[in-house]
C-alpha cells in the first residue's frame, strides 16, 4: 500500500504475459525515464466461448522502468502491482448526422509500483543494482552471488493422509 497526499492507494497484483518489446523513454520533460506498456490479462476458462484478453496499459518511471526494460520480453509472464490513474482525453466521434464531435472522455491505466516474473514455470536470474548518491539504483547491475549448493539429503516432509496438494 502506498500513500499520497494523505489519500491511500492500493497496489493491485495483475499476472499477464508481456504483449510487445519493451522500449525505455529517456527524452521525458522531468528527465525520469519511463516505460509504457501493456500487459494481456486473461480471463475466463481456456479456450471456452466465455475466455476474454483484457490489455491493461501500465506507465513504470525510474529504475523501474530502467530494469524491466532490461530483463523483459515480449511474450514474458510477469506480475505487476499498480495502482489506479484516471486522467483525461478528448476525442472525435461520430454523431448521427456523421459528422465529428469531439467529446471528453476518461482514460484509465495503471502506474507499475514493481515488476517481477512469477517462478511457477520459469526461473530467474536476479541481480543487484548498484545504488547511487541520495539511495536511487541505478541500472548497472552487479552479478548476484552464485546459487548454493544443494543438501545432500532432503529433509523428510510429513504428507496428510489422502495425500497433500502438489502445489505446496
Keep these: 500500500m502506498g500513500l499520497t497526499k494523505g489519500n491511500a492507494l492500493y497496489n ?5 504475459n508481456l504483449s510487445h518489446d519493451l522500449e525505455l523513454n529517456t527524452n ?7 516505460l509504457n506498456f ?16 483484457h490489455f491493461i496499459p501500465f506507465t513504470a518511471f525510474g ?3 530502467e530494469n524491466a526494460a532490461k530483463s523483459f520480453k515480449k511474450g514474458d509472464r510477469l506480475i505487476v502491482l499498480g495502482r489506479v490513474n484516471t486522467y483525461p482525453k478528448s476525442v472525435y466521434l461520430e454523431n448521427a448526422n456523421k459528422e465529428l464531435e469531439e467529446k471528453e472522455i476518461t482514460m484509465v491505466g495503471f502506474t507499475a509500483s514493481d515488476i517481477s516474473a512469477p517462478v511457477r514455470f520459469a526461473t530467474v536470474d536476479v541481480h543487484k543494482v548498484a545504488k547511487k548518491e ?4 541505478s541500472a548497472a547491475a552487479k552479478k548476484a552471488p552464485a546459487p548454493r549448493a544443494a543438501a545432500a539429503s532432503k529433509p523428510k516432509v510429513a504428507v ?4 497433500g496438494d502438489d502445489d505446496f
Excluded: C, H, M
Design 38 to 53: 501493456r500487459l494481456a490479462v486473461n480471463e475466463g476458462e481456456r479456450g471456452s466461448d466465455d475466455e476474454k484478453t
Design 63 to 65: 529504475t523501474t522502468a
Design 160 to 163: 496428510p493422509a489422502g495425500g
Design 134 to 137: 541520495g539511495g536511487e539504483t
Design 12 to 16: 493491485i497484483p495483475f499476472t499477464g
Design 28 to 34: 521525458t520533460a522531468s528527465g525520469i525515464p519511463r
